[in-house]
């Protein structure tokens, strides 16, 4: 779904106007990391396992965790995910940014697609919780890209920051 110009978003009724919003915050995090050099990307600013690499990683995970196993009842290592969230922050050796942006936008096509016919009444029945119905996983989807967004927009700062020769 393109994200619709800002006077258009008014006119959508729910379901498209919460799936623009989730696309905004897509967009945001896909290029959180554009300019940045691999060590910039992969820089650890937190005590957590959080870094702006990691953080699209993690997004990646979201979109297959909410949209290939809720959506399907497929187990997360079916799917070859990691088992918990924490995990999929992890940098192997050959994740770069362009290879975690491609997985990301493929994780994105595919949540599109699975969504492609549904409405929010509709129901995954593959989530651990037991079936939701897909407005849930839209909002959680909606508040989790958003969180994440605030915290890739700290870290680029501290980043480009960092990039400043001090005026001391």
């Known amino acids: 779904m393109a994200t619709p110009d800002s006077a258009d978003i008014y006119s959508l009724d729910d379901h498209s106007m919460i799936q623009a919003f989730i ?8 290029t959180c990391l554009d300019g940045l050099s691999e ?31 809720a959506a399907t009842g497929t187990s997360r290592s079916d799917l070859g995910l990691v088992a918990t ?28 697609q699975v969504l492609k016919g549904k409405t929010g009444d509709d129901i995954f029945p593959g989530n651990r919780r037991g079936p939701l119905p897909v407005r849930w996983v839209l909002l959680h989807m909606l508040r989790e890209l958003a969180q994440h967004c605030g915290h890739a927009d700290i870290l680029r700062e501290q980043i480009l920051a960092a990039r400043k020769p001090s005026a001391s």
């Open 39 to 69: 060590s910039e990307a992969r820089a650890k600013l937190v005590d957590s396992k959080t870094t702006l690499l990691g953080l699209v990683k993690h997004a990646t995970f979201v979109e297959r965790v909410w949209f290939g196993e």
């Open 85 to 112: 969230p924490d995990e999929s922050f992890v940098l192997e050796a050959s994740d770069t940014i362009e290879s975690i942006q491609h997985s990301y936008a493929r994780a994105i096509e595919e949540s599109r």
């Open 23 to 30: 696309d905004e915050h897509r967009q945001i995090l896909m």
